[in-house]
């Protein structure tokens, strides 16, 4: 069957004017007003496992088949994605947010009573035979209970979600996305404009980065108020909960202690010399004394050929189908079965992803492959999260469907590792060279510029609760600061760059890209227990399907990995330390340097 490039949303609804989207709407808000008028107004549940495990078996039925009218939602903001400037779309999708936070608000009494039991009664739910399948989501619930505040102040908290953060961000992206400049003799959407920022053709190069500073500039004011006000919705948030730190709640979220994840972004900020060296190293290559911080992404070498979607998606089904027949055979079906939307078009939001809701629900997974060689990667990193979720929807129920992202990042890069080797297998030196400097520039991005992005996002929530607000220029400054710390000498970063925080959507996501950098040096880790046994995929599997099952320090500890030790961590960093002097070497001997 021929692989499809654009997205078939049918097994979700035929169109935004389905009447089963009315019906799905009905019958969730039918289910979960039954759930609460069942349970609600009772307390046996809280004391006796018998009766919560029955709790537990509906809600977790709830959430497997129709979740917060899960399904409309999702839908919708699917094609919003592909139709950013689409306002039947988007009054739509908000009307059904609106649905779903209402109802989210009906069961909140469930897991706000259910946190609040004392410790004994949680010890003896957490070790009783009959709640042994939901042993780790209640755990979860537990560990939530010092930060929650009373189902009156959560529910106005849900309410007010959309209109004080997510609306500010659904703004800047929508847009962003509606900007159009010519380009290389072409009208070109944004994320068209920002591929091509990397292009090896310098007039292209020059083009896209002037069309792209024209567009941050047109948006900065904006831009500015947009960040200062999520900054202040976040500052709120922590205040009203009582967390210590900005970041604390993203690593109770992710299942995470934090010792860990500071362990983690020390010991790669005490490598940032690593970093340096590298574009000391790719200003050589590419006959220059210093990059200019755009120019840091272009491709050294010869691998900046043209690759056809076709031609990436047969790359990555080789190197799947060499580890794993059924990951290989599951990774064509996302493709044959419209689950993919590829290309690039005015009007589709930038960037990629992969996505999933319910359990019962298609996983769909959204690129703009404009046929650069990384975005054969980026095929390759946003397939390794549609395989986490398939291998999950296997073996897990409801309420353990989806990992934290301290886990979903590790499969996608594992996949992303797994491709980049296959393209620099018998190559020759001179195109090595140039693959490995490729690899090089991915782990620097991922590792190294992802913990900087995380300083500067600790930045901004430092500053703004002590100035009150940041205007586009301290930010700027910020960025330029953080950013310079990892780029290291051989990098200009000027005045034009400081802008460039802007389109950078993860910042208003709080504190998401560590797990860029974490997710990398694990999957470092699981690529060389691979080497070693070929038959170590079963036990990777094995962690991919785990979900939410268990923590991360557990899931990982049963493939032998400790990522509580800072040597862990450094193992990764001792790897990439290596490629680099492997580089420097080969470029010596071809006379690059």
């Known amino acids: 069957m021929p692989i499809k490039t654009a997205w078939d949303l049918t097994p979700l609804f035929s169109g935004i004017d389905d009447p089963k989207l009315t019906e799905t709407a009905k019958a969730s808000t039918m289910t979960v007003e039954a759930f609460a008028r069942k349970w609600q107004d009772r307390d046996d549940w809280l004391v006796n496992p018998t009766i919560l495990k029955e709790v537990l078996d509906e809600y977790e039925r709830l959430m497997h088949d129709q979740g917060h009218n899960s399904l409309a939602m999702y839908y919708l903001w699917l094609s919003s994605e592909l139709n950013q400037g689409d306002t ?42 009959e709640l042994k399948n939901y042993q780790h989501f209640l755990a979860n619930v537990f560990a939530t209970a010092p930060y929650l505040l009373s189902e009156a102040e959560e529910k106005i908290l ?4 959309g ?21 290389a003799g072409q009208k070109r959407g944004f994320a068209e404009i920002t591929g091509l920022i990397s292009s090896q053709d310098k007039k292209i190069h020059q083009e896209a980065v002037k069309a792209f500073d024209e567009i941050l500039a047109k948006k900065i004011d904006m831009a500015e108020a947009e960040i200062n006000s999520v900054l202040e919705y976040k500052k709120i948030d922590d205040e009203l909960r009582g967390t210590t730190r900005p970041d604390q709640l993203r690593h109770l979220e992710d299942d995470l202690e934090t010792i860990t994840v500071d362990t983690m972004l020390a ?22 004394t210093k990059l200019a911080y755009h120019e840091r992404t272009i491709p050294y070498g010869q691998i900046g050929r043209h690759y ?25 079906n996302l493709l044959t079965n419209g689950q993919v939307d590829a ?90 060279l140039a693959l490995l400097v490729s690899r090089l520039d991915d782990d620097i991005a991922t590792i190294f510029r992802q913990v900087s992005a995380y300083h500067f996002e600790q930045s901004l929530h430092e500053d703004f609760r002590q100035t009150g607000f940041l205007s586009a220029q301290n930010i700027g400054q910020l960025f330029k600061q953080k950013m310079t710390d990892y780029l290291g000498p051989a990098v200009s970063f ?75 961590w450094q193992k990764g960093l001792a790897e990439t330390s290596r490629d680099l002097a492997t580089a420097v070497a080969l470029a010596k001997k071809l006379g690059k340097i």
């Open 267 to 288: 010991l790669v900020t005490d490598h940032f010399q690593l970093a340096h060296d590298f574009y000391q190293l790719k200003a050589k290559l590419l006959g220059q």
């Open 308 to 332: 056809e979607f076709t031609e990436a998606v047969a790359i990555v089904e080789k190197t799947l189908l060499a580890v794993s027949p059924k990951l290989a055979e599951k990774f064509k």
């Open 88 to 129: 039947q779309i988007r009054a739509k999708l908000n009307q059904a947010r609106h649905l779903a936070q209402n109802l989210t608000n009906k069961t909140q009494f469930f897991g706000l009573r259910l946190a609040r039991v004392s410790t004994k009664i949680q010890t003896e739910f957490l070790q009783h035979p």
């Open 163 to 183: 209109v004080a953060y997510g609306n500010w961000i659904q703004m800047t992206e929508s847009s962003l996305s509606k900007e159009e400049r010519e380009v």
């Open 494 to 568: 000027e005045t034009q760059h400081e802008k460039w925080w802007i389109y950078w959507s993860h910042f208003r996501r709080y504190f998401y890209v560590y797990s860029y950098a974490s997710g990398l040096l694990i999957a470092k880790a699981l690529r060389n227990k691979l080497r070693e046994d070929k038959n170590f995929i079963d036990k990777i599997i094995e962690i991919l399907s785990a979900g939410s099952s268990l923590a991360p320090k557990d899931i990982f500890a049963h493939a032998g990995l400790d990522i509580g030790q800072p040597d862990f």
């Open 343 to 432: 290309l690039p078009k005015t009007g589709k939001n930038g960037g990629a992803f992969c996505a999933h809701d319910l359990l019962s629900a298609p996983t769909y997974v959204f690129l703009n492959h404009t046929g650069e060689f990384k975005d054969v990667l980026t095929l390759a990193h946003e397939m390794g999260h549609a395989l986490n979720n398939e291998l999950m929807r296997e073996k897990l129920n409801a309420l353990d469907f989806g990992g934290p992202i301290s886990t979903a990042e590790v499969a996608s890069t594992l996949v992303e590792l797994l491709v980049a080797e296959e393209l620099e297998a018998g190559v020759d030196e001179e195109t090595k």
């Open 158 to 161: 849900n309410l007010n979600s």
